[in-house]
Protein backbone atom coordinates (compact mmCIF):
# COMPACT_ATOMS: atom_id res chain seq x y z
CA UNK A 1 0.00 0.00 0.00
CA UNK A 2 2.92 2.31 0.66
CA UNK A 3 3.09 3.72 -3.09
CA UNK A 4 -0.85 3.90 -2.62
CA UNK A 5 -0.85 6.09 0.19
CA UNK A 6 1.99 8.98 -1.46
CA UNK A 7 0.02 9.32 -4.32
CA UNK A 8 -3.16 9.71 -2.52
CA UNK A 9 -1.67 12.10 -1.00
CA UNK A 10 -0.21 13.71 -3.65
CA UNK A 11 -4.10 13.47 -4.91
CA UNK A 12 -5.57 15.16 -1.71
CA UNK A 13 -3.56 18.37 -2.08
CA UNK A 14 -2.97 19.01 -5.63
CA UNK A 15 -7.56 19.06 -5.88
CA UNK A 16 -7.44 15.69 -8.69
CA UNK A 17 -9.30 13.98 -5.85
CA UNK A 18 -12.86 15.18 -5.15
CA UNK A 19 -14.17 15.71 -1.42
CA UNK A 20 -16.62 12.67 -1.68
CA UNK A 21 -13.28 10.69 -3.11
CA UNK A 22 -11.16 11.60 -0.33
CA UNK A 23 -14.10 10.76 2.52
CA UNK A 24 -13.63 7.17 0.97
CA UNK A 25 -10.06 7.23 1.30
CA UNK A 26 -10.36 8.29 4.87
CA UNK A 27 -13.10 5.94 5.71
CA UNK A 28 -11.24 2.61 4.33
CA UNK A 29 -8.47 3.69 6.64
CA UNK A 30 -10.59 4.53 9.37
CA UNK A 31 -12.40 1.17 9.22
CA UNK A 32 -9.34 -0.58 8.42
CA UNK A 33 -6.68 1.11 9.93
CA UNK A 34 -2.99 0.97 8.72
CA UNK A 35 0.23 -0.91 10.08
CA UNK A 36 2.73 0.98 11.81
CA UNK A 37 4.90 1.19 8.68
CA UNK A 38 2.12 2.38 6.84
CA UNK A 39 1.28 5.24 9.29
CA UNK A 40 4.95 6.53 9.15
CA UNK A 41 4.65 6.34 5.63
CA UNK A 42 1.46 8.36 5.54
CA UNK A 43 2.82 10.59 8.03
CA UNK A 44 5.87 11.45 6.24
CA UNK A 45 3.65 11.95 2.61
CA UNK A 46 1.35 14.63 5.10
CA UNK A 47 5.10 16.22 6.04
CA UNK A 48 6.46 16.64 2.78
CA UNK A 49 3.06 17.97 1.02
CA UNK A 50 4.46 21.16 2.53
CA UNK A 51 6.99 23.58 3.62
CA UNK A 52 9.30 22.40 6.12
CA UNK A 53 10.68 24.32 8.66
CA UNK A 54 14.58 24.61 8.62
CA UNK A 55 16.21 26.15 11.25
CA UNK A 56 20.22 26.95 11.82
CA UNK A 57 22.31 24.06 12.32
CA UNK A 58 24.46 25.24 15.56
CA UNK A 59 20.53 25.00 17.48
CA UNK A 60 18.46 23.14 15.13
CA UNK A 61 19.01 20.62 18.08
CA UNK A 62 16.78 23.10 20.64
CA UNK A 63 13.72 23.02 18.58
CA UNK A 64 11.18 21.49 20.65
CA UNK A 65 7.46 21.49 21.28
CA UNK A 66 4.75 19.97 22.99
CA UNK A 67 1.30 19.13 21.80
CA UNK A 68 -2.37 18.27 24.12
CA UNK A 69 -5.08 16.32 22.88
CA UNK A 70 -6.99 18.92 24.63
CA UNK A 71 -8.93 19.15 27.41
CA UNK A 72 -10.91 21.29 29.91
CA UNK A 73 -8.64 24.00 31.72
CA UNK A 74 -5.89 23.01 29.66
CA UNK A 75 -3.91 25.89 29.43
CA UNK A 76 -0.78 24.07 29.73
CA UNK A 77 1.10 25.72 26.35
CA UNK A 78 0.64 29.04 27.77
CA UNK A 79 3.34 28.89 30.48
CA UNK A 80 5.10 26.40 28.93
CA UNK A 81 6.58 27.59 25.64
CA UNK A 82 8.11 31.01 27.50
CA UNK A 83 9.29 29.00 30.40
CA UNK A 84 11.00 26.28 28.10
CA UNK A 85 12.35 28.89 26.19
CA UNK A 86 13.91 30.67 28.86
CA UNK A 87 15.64 27.97 30.12
CA UNK A 88 16.84 27.70 26.40
CA UNK A 89 15.17 26.11 23.91
CA UNK A 90 13.41 26.75 21.19
CA UNK A 91 9.55 26.13 20.89
CA UNK A 92 7.73 27.19 17.83
CA UNK A 93 4.28 26.07 18.82
CA UNK A 94 1.84 25.75 16.06
CA UNK A 95 -0.95 25.73 17.99
CA UNK A 96 -5.43 24.86 17.49
CA UNK A 97 -8.58 26.51 18.07
CA UNK A 98 -11.08 24.73 20.36
CA UNK A 99 -13.89 22.70 19.17
CA UNK A 100 -16.61 21.48 21.11
CA UNK A 101 -15.96 21.49 24.73
CA UNK A 102 -12.28 22.03 25.02
CA UNK A 103 -11.05 24.83 24.72
CA UNK A 104 -8.08 26.15 21.81
CA UNK A 105 -4.66 27.71 22.62
CA UNK A 106 -4.98 30.56 19.74
CA UNK A 107 -8.21 31.12 20.93
CA UNK A 108 -7.25 32.02 24.50
CA UNK A 109 -4.22 33.70 23.32
CA UNK A 110 -6.38 35.97 21.00
CA UNK A 111 -8.06 37.42 24.43
CA UNK A 112 -5.28 39.27 24.61
CA UNK A 113 -5.72 42.47 22.62
CA UNK A 114 -3.30 42.55 19.42
CA UNK A 115 -2.09 39.08 19.89
CA UNK A 116 -1.19 38.11 16.23
CA UNK A 117 -1.50 33.93 15.83
CA UNK A 118 -0.69 34.24 11.96
CA UNK A 119 2.32 35.07 11.17
CA UNK A 120 3.98 34.37 8.35
CA UNK A 121 6.92 30.90 8.20
CA UNK A 122 9.65 33.90 8.02
CA UNK A 123 8.45 35.49 10.63
CA UNK A 124 7.85 32.89 12.92
CA UNK A 125 11.66 31.57 12.13
CA UNK A 126 12.93 35.46 13.35
CA UNK A 127 10.80 35.05 16.09
CA UNK A 128 12.27 31.57 17.39
CA UNK A 129 15.69 33.59 16.61
CA UNK A 130 15.18 36.18 18.52
CA UNK A 131 12.56 35.80 21.24
CA UNK A 132 13.16 31.93 21.46
CA UNK A 133 9.30 31.45 21.47
CA UNK A 134 6.20 31.63 19.94
CA UNK A 135 2.77 29.89 19.40
CA UNK A 136 1.20 30.56 16.13
CA UNK A 137 -1.52 28.77 14.12
CA UNK A 138 -1.05 26.68 11.11
CA UNK A 139 0.35 28.06 8.01
CA UNK A 140 -1.54 27.34 4.75
CA UNK A 141 2.23 25.93 3.60
CA UNK A 142 2.77 24.04 6.29
CA UNK A 143 1.16 20.13 5.67
CA UNK A 144 -1.20 21.53 3.63
CA UNK A 145 -2.76 17.55 3.11
CA UNK A 146 -3.42 17.62 6.90
CA UNK A 147 -5.95 20.37 6.39
CA UNK A 148 -8.10 18.90 3.77
CA UNK A 149 -7.90 15.57 5.38
CA UNK A 150 -8.58 17.24 8.64
CA UNK A 151 -11.66 19.17 7.22
CA UNK A 152 -13.08 16.01 5.79
CA UNK A 153 -12.73 14.04 9.20
CA UNK A 154 -14.62 16.88 10.19
CA UNK A 155 -17.96 16.82 9.22
CA UNK A 156 -17.87 12.71 8.30
CA UNK A 157 -17.12 11.59 12.08
CA UNK A 158 -13.79 9.94 10.86
CA UNK A 159 -11.96 11.82 14.07
CA UNK A 160 -10.88 8.85 16.49
CA UNK A 161 -8.62 7.12 14.17
CA UNK A 162 -5.39 5.77 16.10
CA UNK A 163 -3.24 6.44 12.10
CA UNK A 164 -5.37 9.56 10.97
CA UNK A 165 -4.79 11.21 14.45
CA UNK A 166 -1.39 10.13 14.32
CA UNK A 167 -0.83 11.68 10.83
CA UNK A 168 -2.25 14.62 11.85
CA UNK A 169 -0.85 15.59 14.76
CA UNK A 170 2.57 14.60 13.68
CA UNK A 171 2.51 15.94 10.33
CA UNK A 172 2.48 19.65 11.21
CA UNK A 173 5.28 19.26 14.12
CA UNK A 174 7.24 17.24 11.92
CA UNK A 175 7.34 20.06 9.43
CA UNK A 176 7.84 22.56 11.77
CA UNK A 177 11.32 21.02 11.78
CA UNK A 178 11.22 19.91 15.52
CA UNK A 179 14.25 17.72 16.76
CA UNK A 180 11.85 16.59 19.95
CA UNK A 181 8.34 16.23 20.95
CA UNK A 182 6.21 16.35 24.10
CA UNK A 183 2.80 14.59 23.52
CA UNK A 184 0.12 14.89 26.28
CA UNK A 185 -2.46 12.38 25.59
CA UNK A 186 -5.14 12.96 28.22
CA UNK A 187 -6.89 10.40 29.35
CA UNK A 188 -10.84 10.37 30.78
CA UNK A 189 -14.41 11.63 30.73
CA UNK A 190 -13.54 15.43 29.64
CA UNK A 191 -10.61 13.99 27.59
CA UNK A 192 -10.17 12.71 23.12
CA UNK A 193 -9.27 9.34 24.80
CA UNK A 194 -12.04 8.00 28.06
CA UNK A 195 -9.87 5.06 28.45
CA UNK A 196 -6.56 4.27 29.42
CA UNK A 197 -5.86 1.33 26.58
CA UNK A 198 -6.93 3.46 23.79
CA UNK A 199 -4.33 5.74 25.10
CA UNK A 200 -1.73 3.81 25.51
CA UNK A 201 -2.44 2.46 21.74
CA UNK A 202 -2.27 6.28 20.44
CA UNK A 203 1.03 6.63 22.75
CA UNK A 204 2.69 3.74 20.57
CA UNK A 205 1.36 4.93 17.21
CA UNK A 206 2.47 7.94 18.34
CA UNK A 207 6.38 7.16 19.48
CA UNK A 208 6.73 4.96 17.01
CA UNK A 209 5.65 7.29 14.20
CA UNK A 210 7.74 10.23 15.60
CA UNK A 211 10.72 7.66 15.52
CA UNK A 212 9.94 6.65 12.16
CA UNK A 213 10.16 10.63 11.21
CA UNK A 214 13.71 10.93 13.17
CA UNK A 215 11.80 13.37 15.72
CA UNK A 216 12.21 11.64 19.49
CA UNK A 217 8.93 11.59 20.57
CA UNK A 218 8.22 11.32 24.51
CA UNK A 219 4.43 10.87 25.53
CA UNK A 220 2.84 11.79 28.89
CA UNK A 221 -0.30 9.86 30.41
CA UNK A 222 -1.93 12.31 31.71
CA UNK A 223 -5.42 12.63 33.57
CA UNK A 224 -8.42 14.72 32.30
CA UNK A 225 -11.69 13.96 34.60
CA UNK A 226 -11.65 17.19 36.72
CA UNK A 227 -10.26 20.63 35.12
CA UNK A 228 -7.08 21.31 35.37
CA UNK A 229 -5.99 24.97 37.75
CA UNK A 230 -9.57 26.62 38.68
CA UNK A 231 -10.47 28.63 35.41
CA UNK A 232 -12.44 27.44 32.48
CA UNK A 233 -12.42 30.23 29.82
CA UNK A 234 -10.52 32.22 27.34
CA UNK A 235 -9.64 34.82 29.19
CA UNK A 236 -9.88 33.65 32.26
CA UNK A 237 -7.41 31.31 31.46
CA UNK A 238 -4.91 33.78 30.36
CA UNK A 239 -5.33 35.29 33.75
CA UNK A 240 -4.35 32.20 35.62
CA UNK A 241 -1.45 31.63 32.66
CA UNK A 242 0.18 34.63 33.87
CA UNK A 243 -0.29 34.01 37.70
CA UNK A 244 1.81 30.85 36.84
CA UNK A 245 4.36 32.81 35.24
CA UNK A 246 4.83 34.78 38.12
CA UNK A 247 4.92 31.97 40.58
CA UNK A 248 2.07 31.64 41.77
CA UNK A 249 0.08 28.96 40.06
CA UNK A 250 -2.17 26.19 40.80
CA UNK A 251 0.14 23.08 42.04
CA UNK A 252 -1.64 20.86 39.42
CA UNK A 253 -0.89 23.25 36.75
CA UNK A 254 2.79 23.92 37.66
CA UNK A 255 3.16 20.03 38.25
CA UNK A 256 2.27 19.68 34.09
CA UNK A 257 4.26 22.17 32.94
CA UNK A 258 7.32 21.58 35.00
CA UNK A 259 7.24 17.30 34.34
CA UNK A 260 6.78 18.21 30.09
CA UNK A 261 9.12 21.50 30.57
CA UNK A 262 11.83 18.84 31.96
CA UNK A 263 11.03 16.30 29.18
CA UNK A 264 12.21 18.96 26.44
CA UNK A 265 14.54 20.09 27.85
CA UNK A 266 16.48 16.86 28.33
CA UNK A 267 15.40 15.93 24.60
CA UNK A 268 16.84 19.39 23.69
CA UNK A 269 20.56 18.52 25.74
CA UNK A 270 19.81 21.84 28.16
CA UNK A 271 20.13 19.37 31.35
CA UNK A 272 20.89 15.57 32.10
CA UNK A 273 17.72 14.35 33.06
CA UNK A 274 14.20 15.32 33.64
CA UNK A 275 14.32 16.24 37.19
CA UNK A 276 17.04 18.78 36.86
CA UNK A 277 14.77 20.05 33.93
CA UNK A 278 11.66 19.71 36.02
CA UNK A 279 13.74 22.23 38.70
CA UNK A 280 14.87 24.76 35.81
CA UNK A 281 11.14 25.28 34.77
CA UNK A 282 10.30 25.42 38.17
CA UNK A 283 12.88 28.10 38.61
CA UNK A 284 12.22 30.19 35.96
CA UNK A 285 8.44 30.18 37.24
CA UNK A 286 9.63 31.55 40.19
CA UNK A 287 12.24 34.11 38.96
CA UNK A 288 10.48 35.59 36.70
CA UNK A 289 12.55 34.61 33.62
CA UNK A 290 9.15 32.72 31.97
CA UNK A 291 7.08 35.89 32.64
CA UNK A 292 9.47 38.00 31.12
CA UNK A 293 9.97 35.83 28.22
CA UNK A 294 5.47 35.44 27.90
CA UNK A 295 5.74 39.28 27.41
CA UNK A 296 8.41 39.23 25.04
CA UNK A 297 6.68 36.81 22.69
CA UNK A 298 3.30 38.88 23.46
CA UNK A 299 5.21 42.05 22.33
CA UNK A 300 6.88 40.41 19.20
CA UNK A 301 3.14 39.24 18.20
CA UNK A 302 1.37 42.18 18.40
CA UNK A 303 0.84 42.92 22.22
CA UNK A 304 1.34 46.58 23.66
CA UNK A 305 3.62 45.22 26.87
CA UNK A 306 2.39 47.89 29.08
CA UNK A 307 -0.88 45.98 29.72
CA UNK A 308 1.56 43.39 31.91
CA UNK A 309 2.22 46.01 34.45
CA UNK A 310 -0.02 45.14 36.77
CA UNK A 311 -2.95 42.75 37.80
CA UNK A 312 -5.51 45.67 37.28
CA UNK A 313 -3.94 46.48 33.78
CA UNK A 314 -3.82 42.74 32.96
CA UNK A 315 -7.52 42.90 34.03
CA UNK A 316 -8.60 45.55 32.03
CA UNK A 317 -6.64 44.38 29.04
CA UNK A 318 -9.00 41.22 29.24
CA UNK A 319 -12.18 42.76 29.33
CA UNK A 320 -12.70 40.73 32.62
CA UNK A 321 -13.38 44.91 34.60
CA UNK A 322 -16.34 44.97 31.78
CA UNK A 323 -19.94 45.96 33.26
CA UNK A 324 -21.67 43.79 31.22
CA UNK A 325 -20.29 40.95 32.57
CA UNK A 326 -22.03 39.20 35.09
CA UNK A 327 -20.87 36.88 38.22
CA UNK A 328 -23.41 34.15 39.66
CA UNK A 329 -21.69 31.69 42.41
CA UNK A 330 -23.28 28.40 42.35
CA UNK A 331 -23.06 27.34 46.54
CA UNK A 332 -22.62 24.38 48.04
CA UNK A 333 -26.06 22.23 49.45
CA UNK A 334 -24.39 20.20 52.35
CA UNK A 335 -21.13 20.45 53.83
CA UNK A 336 -18.05 18.16 53.06
CA UNK A 337 -15.31 17.65 51.30
CA UNK A 338 -14.87 18.29 47.26
CA UNK A 339 -14.13 14.49 45.96
CA UNK A 340 -14.63 14.66 42.44
CA UNK A 341 -15.50 17.33 40.12
CA UNK A 342 -16.81 16.33 36.51
CA UNK A 343 -15.36 18.34 33.77
CA UNK A 344 -17.31 17.64 31.10
CA UNK A 345 -20.29 19.35 32.87
CA UNK A 346 -18.20 22.56 33.47
CA UNK A 347 -17.00 22.67 30.09
CA UNK A 348 -19.97 22.03 27.91
CA UNK A 349 -21.94 24.93 30.01
CA UNK A 350 -19.02 27.10 29.65
CA UNK A 351 -19.33 26.63 26.35
CA UNK A 352 -23.07 27.22 26.06
CA UNK A 353 -22.74 30.39 27.76
CA UNK A 354 -20.65 31.54 24.61
CA UNK A 355 -16.78 30.54 25.40
CA UNK A 356 -16.66 27.43 23.21
CA UNK A 357 -17.63 27.28 19.57
CA UNK A 358 -19.89 23.99 18.24
CA UNK A 359 -18.86 25.41 14.55
CA UNK A 360 -15.24 26.30 13.12
CA UNK A 361 -16.88 30.01 12.26
CA UNK A 362 -18.62 30.28 15.61
CA UNK A 363 -17.56 33.92 17.51
CA UNK A 364 -16.52 33.47 20.99
CA UNK A 365 -17.22 35.42 24.08
CA UNK A 366 -13.64 35.46 25.74
CA UNK A 367 -14.63 36.52 29.02
CA UNK A 368 -17.49 33.82 29.72
CA UNK A 369 -16.12 31.17 31.81
CA UNK A 370 -15.99 29.69 34.99
CA UNK A 371 -13.77 29.89 38.39
CA UNK A 372 -13.75 27.11 40.58
CA UNK A 373 -13.61 28.00 44.25
CA UNK A 374 -13.34 24.38 45.57
CA UNK A 375 -11.36 22.19 44.31
CA UNK A 376 -10.37 18.84 44.82
CA UNK A 377 -9.50 18.31 48.60
CA UNK A 378 -11.35 21.32 49.58
CA UNK A 379 -13.86 21.47 52.68
CA UNK A 380 -16.93 23.28 52.15
CA UNK A 381 -19.70 24.61 54.38
CA UNK A 382 -23.42 24.48 53.01
CA UNK A 383 -24.00 28.24 51.56
CA UNK A 384 -20.01 28.20 50.66
CA UNK A 385 -19.47 29.33 46.78
CA UNK A 386 -18.20 25.62 44.84
CA UNK A 387 -17.95 27.38 41.34
CA UNK A 388 -18.41 31.35 40.18
CA UNK A 389 -19.83 31.64 36.74
CA UNK A 390 -19.10 34.96 34.35
CA UNK A 391 -21.23 35.39 31.92
CA UNK A 392 -23.44 37.62 29.69
CA UNK A 393 -26.23 35.73 29.20
CA UNK A 394 -28.76 34.55 31.91
CA UNK A 395 -27.98 31.43 33.92
CA UNK A 396 -31.08 28.58 33.58
CA UNK A 397 -32.07 26.81 36.68
CA UNK A 398 -31.63 23.80 34.61
CA UNK A 399 -27.64 24.98 34.52
CA UNK A 400 -27.51 25.82 37.86
CA UNK A 401 -28.60 22.50 38.97
CA UNK A 402 -25.82 20.84 36.16
CA UNK A 403 -23.57 22.60 37.90
CA UNK A 404 -24.22 21.55 41.78
CA UNK A 405 -24.52 18.60 40.51
CA UNK A 406 -20.50 18.04 38.77
CA UNK A 407 -19.03 18.47 42.49
CA UNK A 408 -19.39 15.36 44.49
CA UNK A 409 -19.19 15.98 48.20
CA UNK A 410 -17.26 13.47 51.01
CA UNK A 411 -17.29 13.11 54.38
CA UNK A 412 -13.71 12.45 54.16
CA UNK A 413 -11.03 14.47 52.91
CA UNK A 414 -9.59 13.26 48.91
CA UNK A 415 -5.96 14.06 48.67
CA UNK A 416 -5.33 15.43 44.78
CA UNK A 417 -3.84 12.82 42.70
CA UNK A 418 -1.09 13.50 40.55
CA UNK A 419 -2.23 14.46 36.83
CA UNK A 420 0.57 12.39 35.62
CA UNK A 421 -0.43 8.86 34.71
CA UNK A 422 2.72 7.41 33.08
CA UNK A 423 5.12 8.79 30.61
CA UNK A 424 6.09 6.18 27.94
Known amino acids: MTSEIQQAVDCIVDGSLSDKQVEEWLRNVFENGLSQSETVELTHAMVHSGTILEWPKEWAHLVVDKHSTGGVGDKVSLPLAPAVAACGAKVPMISGRGLGHTGGTLDKLESIPGYRVGLTGEELQTQIDTVGCAIVGQTSDIAPADKRMYAIRDVTGLIASVPLVTGSILSKKAAAGLSALVMDIKVGRA ?61 DLEELVCVQGGIMLTAA ?109 TPVEQGEPLV ?36 L
Open 269 to 377: GICNDRDEGAHMIHDSLHDGTAMKKFVDMCESQGVDKDIFDSENSVLKALGLLSTTLQTTEVCASEEGYVCDINALTLAKISSDLGAGRKNIDDLLDMQVGMIIDAHIG
Open 388 to 423: TIYHRTDLTNQQKGKLLNAFTLSETFTEPASRIIDI
Open 191 to 251: AFMENEADARELAASMTATGEGLGMDTTVTLTEMNSPIGFAIGNALEVLESIETLRGNGPA
